[in-house]
């Protein structure tokens, strides 16, 4: 099977962790990753081509795109021209759409051109598929939105992926015309990590510099565009108390961290006897299974990747809208994870909270199918092969 799946990073790096899962368990196919968004240092699977497009991405307050006037009008016109010579030169079995048109609207003056062509025929027999993960956020205009998708889906798609297990969201939860959708829609679970490591405990530990027998906690911020508070907050605590103060402390701010914030998280983990601050670090989900306890916003990948390693969590959700809160509330209610209120994060607070979910037990595995990435390339299979 050729399979080409196109995904647009604007804001976190989310959409690509989850793509790039999924990439992997499509391993012994030939694949095409078609990328929009800003370069990352993600690791793409073995084998996998890789187009990037001149690069796109949103503000912080994801009200408008990185570029404009000319310069953004020559942006969209040759990444419109580079993404149908690619489809067309590599006449892909399945077109796999990450997350349009759910989302992505800003998109598609590349995306409907490009799936007007599959629907024609120019690129041969090709079926279009849009991935989705578990909670869409609100619209301004609700109403006019979901009339928007299923006219979307209606025209140019085959099927829908959602990427949640459904008995905790199912796609009706936060999509109200879930039952008008006019192709099928399948919940495949959660994408996360596999269960089996690359690494062992003690190798991620002497990577990571991290003592024998030290407690370990790891702090991430995502992409890094928001969030960092979180982490100078985390580093606070740990001079509150005695036992933190004494932990490895790793904090990870992402890629898109502002320099200015990432210069205040070193200062500030300077102040502890062993805290050390990178952007980024390979092989996140085996860090998640040496730690003792992660302390992190509530993103879609990070969430996973915490309980695919059986890891300790505190989230903060970042309440821009609704999606992380309503994710880590859920997730709490079983008891997978711990969720940091704004005011909680304030150091003494938060030292008690991460004291308490370090004596706490681990989170119960198997609560939630967090078999996503593999049940997707199984559904792909199928619908090429029919």
């Known amino acids: 099977m050729k399979i080409a799946v196109y995904c647009q990073h604007v804001l976190g790096m989310g959409h690509l962790f989850r793509t790039l899962e999924i990439l992997a368990a499509l391993a012994g196919h030939t694949c095409l990753l078609i990328l929009g968004g800003p370069d990352t240092p993600a690791a793409v699977p073995d084998g996998v081509r890789v187009l990037r497009l001149p690069p796109l991405a949103m503000d912080a307050d994801f009200r408008a795109l990185t570029l404009a006037g000319p310069a953004l009008d020559a942006a969209k016109a040759e990444r419109r021209s ?42 041969g027999l090709c079926r279009t598929v849009c991935g989705v993960r578990d909670i869409l956020v609100e619209k301004t205009d609700q109403a006019g939105y979901e009339a928007r998708v299923l006219d979307r889906l209606a025209r140019y798609f085959d099927a829908v992926c959602v990427h949640a297990d459904p008995a905790l969201f199912p796609l009706s939860a936060t999509f109200a015309r879930a039952g008008d959708i006019a192709v099928p829609v399948v919940h495949t679970g959660y994408v996360a990590p596999p269960a089996a490591r690359s690494r062992s405990v003690g190798e991620v530990q002497r990577a990571l510099g991290v003592a024998a027998g030290r407690t370990l906690v790891v702090a991430s911020a995502g992409g890094g565009k928001v969030g960092w508070e979180v982490l100078a907050a985390t580093l606070a605590a740990c001079r509150e108390h005695p036992r933190l103060a004494q932990a490895a402390v790793r904090v990870f701010s992402g890629p898109f961290c502002d320099a200015a914030a990432y210069g205040a998280l070193e200062t500030a983990a300077g102040r502890l006897p062993d805290a050390r601050v990178a952007r980024f670090a390979d092989g996140f989900a085996d860090v998640l299974a040496a730690a003792d306890l992660s302390v992190s916003l509530a993103g879609y990948n990070t969430v996973m990747g915490v309980l695919a390693a059986g890891c300790r969590g505190l989230v903060a959700p970042f309440d821009q809208n609704r999606e992380q809160r309503l994710r880590a509330g859920r997730l709490a209610g079983l008891g997978l994870l711990g969720v940091l209120d704004p005011a909680e994060l304030a150091p003494p607070v938060l030292a008690g909270r991460m004291v308490a979910a370090l004596d706490g037990s681990p989170p119960p595995q198997g609560a939630i199918d967090l078999d996503g990435a593999r049940a997707t390339a199984r559904f792909l299979e199928t619908l090429a092969a029919g």
């Open 82 to 123: 580079r993404l149908l010579a690619a489809l067309a030169d590599f006449s892909p079995d399945v077109f796999f759409v990450e997350l349009y048109p759910f989302g992505r609207k800003a998109f598609e003056f590349e995306l409907v051109p490009a799936l007007t062509a599959v629907r024609q025929g120019r690129f």
